[in-house]
């Protein structure tokens, strides 16, 4: 209904959002360089394909929609470190009674062909330990793949809904770097107290959108980018409870490294070396920084799925194309939290509005239990 009431105009930008490629779309818009740059690092978050793709601006207006503090199109950092965000929920719920268990790996979800109407009724899980834990309803916050695939099995789903869930294209294509560092970088071509400011901002390193291009086109291959974008935070510059007084934390966000490597290579056999490659670069920018280094943790798009169970490596759960997203996401009949496995419900990145820490998935994942619990009930 909203639609209908937009201005002409605003229908037809609107639809040039959403069907026109990165490129020509900012290219439409702007003829600075360094305003296309900064447009072309915004479409590259929680996407894998080229900026001449149809589709391929979506990403940016999602990025985009950010609120902090009832400010719009802002985004935050959390004191303490992101694990702070689920340390305080944690804590809430402990207060009101809720069981936390950590270190207890899920093996399968537990189905029951007697409990559903059509199908089989999710009523609980059982852990890699073989106990079993029953419930009313299983929330996931697994991926879909892992969830349906993996936890339910395809003999639980309709063949069609399976197939759809095993094509899902998955695919953030990034590498993680955390440094510890002894002291605070500096920024060439940069005053001190420029420097200084520019440390507690988000830093993208990229030289231009043909550099973005050739990057996606080398990793779609299983290659390593020539000039990788990188994208880092300096937390510790604005929370110095992160490090011990004068040292610093660091994180790098990295694009784009392929879950599927050419020519039969390892990520455990290159990633060290693909690591020292990076941080070569992140020199040129910072000079002296590998001095500072005092540790560095890796993760590598394998590392990512193995630590945190992430299919493919993807932090966003499947891909922010246009047929993945709003109520497509991660299909129709799974778009609303609720899933075609009575009992089951998705409260993860692969449910509508997608990744990016802003809780909502949860949200309204609770409240479509809480509907449905008391629809059964009466």
Same mark, same amino acid.
């Given at each position: 209904?909203?639609?209908?009431?937009?201005?002409?105009?605003?229908?037809?930008?609107?639809?040039?959002?959403?069907?026109?490629?990165?490129?020509?779309?900012?290219?439409?818009?702007?003829?600075?360089?360094?305003?296309?740059?900064?447009?072309?690092?915004?479409?590259?978050?929680?996407?894998?394909?080229?900026?001449?793709?149809?589709?391929?601006?979506?990403?940016?207006?999602?990025?985009?929609?950010?609120?902090?503090?009832?400010?719009?199109?802002?985004?935050?950092?959390?004191?303490?470190? #992101?694990?702070?965000?689920?340390?305080?929920?944690?804590?809430?719920?402990?207060?009101?009674?809720?069981?936390?268990?950590?270190?207890?790996?899920?093996?399968?979800?537990? #189905?029951?062909?007697?409990?559903?109407?059509?199908?089989?009724?999710?009523?609980?899980?059982?852990?890699?330990?073989?106990?079993?834990?029953?419930?009313?309803?299983?929330?996931?916050?697994?991926?879909?793949?892992?969830?349906?695939?993996?936890?339910?099995?395809?003999?639980?789903?309709?063949?069609?809904?399976?197939?759809?869930?095993?094509?899902?294209?998955?695919?953030?294509?990034?590498?993680? #770097?955390?440094?510890?560092?002894?002291?605070?970088?500096?920024?060439?071509?940069?005053?001190?107290?420029?420097?200084?400011?520019?440390?507690?901002?988000?830093?993208?390193?990229?030289?231009?959108?043909?550099? *973005?291009?050739?990057?996606?086109?080398?990793?779609?291959?299983?290659?390593?980018?020539?000039?990788?974008?990188?994208? #880092?935070?300096?937390?510790?510059?604005?929370?110095?409870?992160?490090?011990?007084?004068?040292?610093?934390?660091?994180?790098?966000?990295?694009?784009?490294?392929?879950?599927?490597?050419?020519?039969?290579?390892?990520?455990?056999?290159?990633?060290?070396? *693909?690591?020292?490659?990076?941080?070569?670069?992140?020199?040129?920018?910072?000079?002296?920084?590998?001095?500072?280094?005092?540790?560095?943790?890796?993760?590598?798009?394998?590392?990512?799925?193995?630590?945190?169970?992430?299919?493919?490596?993807?932090?966003?759960?499947?891909?922010?194309?246009?047929?993945?997203?709003?109520?497509?996401?991660?299909?129709?009949?799974?778009?609303?939290?609720?899933?075609?496995?009575?009992?089951?419900?998705?409260?993860?990145?692969?449910?509508?509005?997608?990744?990016?820490?802003?809780?909502?998935?949860?949200?309204?994942?609770?409240?479509?239990?809480?509907?449905?619990?008391?629809?059964?009930?009466?």
């Amino acid at each position: 209904n909203k639609l209908r009431k937009l201005a002409l105009e605003d229908r037809l930008f609107l639809t040039q959002a959403f069907t026109m490629s990165a490129h020509d779309f900012f290219s439409r818009w702007f003829e600075s360089p360094v305003m296309k740059t900064i447009y072309a690092v915004h479409c590259v978050s929680s996407n894998f394909s080229s900026l001449h793709q149809p589709g391929s601006a979506v990403p940016y207006f999602l990025n985009v929609l950010g609120e902090l503090d009832g400010v719009r199109y802002k985004w935050g950092i959390p004191k303490g470190g #992101m694990g702070a965000i689920t340390q305080a929920m944690a804590a809430f719920c402990r207060e009101q009674g809720v069981e936390i268990r950590t270190a207890a790996p899920v093996s399968r979800i537990v #189905m029951d062909k007697g409990r559903a109407i059509n199908g089989a009724r999710a009523i609980g899980v059982r852990l890699e330990s073989g106990e079993e834990i029953l419930a009313r309803v299983v929330l996931a916050n697994t991926d879909p793949k892992r969830t349906f695939l993996g936890f339910v099995g395809r003999e639980h789903l309709d063949p069609e809904f399976a197939d759809h869930i095993e094509r899902l294209r998955m695919g953030h294509a990034s590498l993680r #770097m955390n440094l510890a560092l002894k002291g605070a970088p500096t920024i060439a071509g940069l005053s001190a107290s420029d420097s200084n400011f520019a440390l507690g901002c988000a830093i993208t390193m990229i030289a231009d959108p043909e550099t *973005v291009e050739r990057c996606y086109q080398a990793a779609r291959l299983g290659e390593m980018p020539e000039r990788p974008y990188i994208n #880092m935070q300096l937390a510790s510059a604005l929370d110095p409870d992160l490090a011990p007084p004068g040292h610093h934390v660091m994180s790098l966000l990295c694009k784009y490294y392929p879950y599927h490597l050419s020519g039969g290579r390892s990520w455990d056999a290159i990633k060290e070396q *693909v690591a020292d490659s990076i941080l070569a670069a992140v020199e040129g920018h910072m000079p002296g920084l590998s001095a500072l280094i005092v540790g560095r943790q890796v993760l590598s798009p394998l590392d990512l799925e193995r630590v945190f169970g992430l299919t493919e490596g993807d932090i966003f759960h499947g891909r922010h194309d246009l047929d993945q997203i709003f109520s497509l996401r991660p299909h129709p009949r799974a778009a609303r939290y609720a899933t075609p496995v009575a009992g089951l419900y998705l409260c993860g990145s692969g449910a509508h509005p997608g990744g990016g820490v802003s809780g909502a998935p949860g949200h309204n994942a609770a409240k479509r239990v809480i509907r449905d619990l008391k629809r059964r009930a009466a």
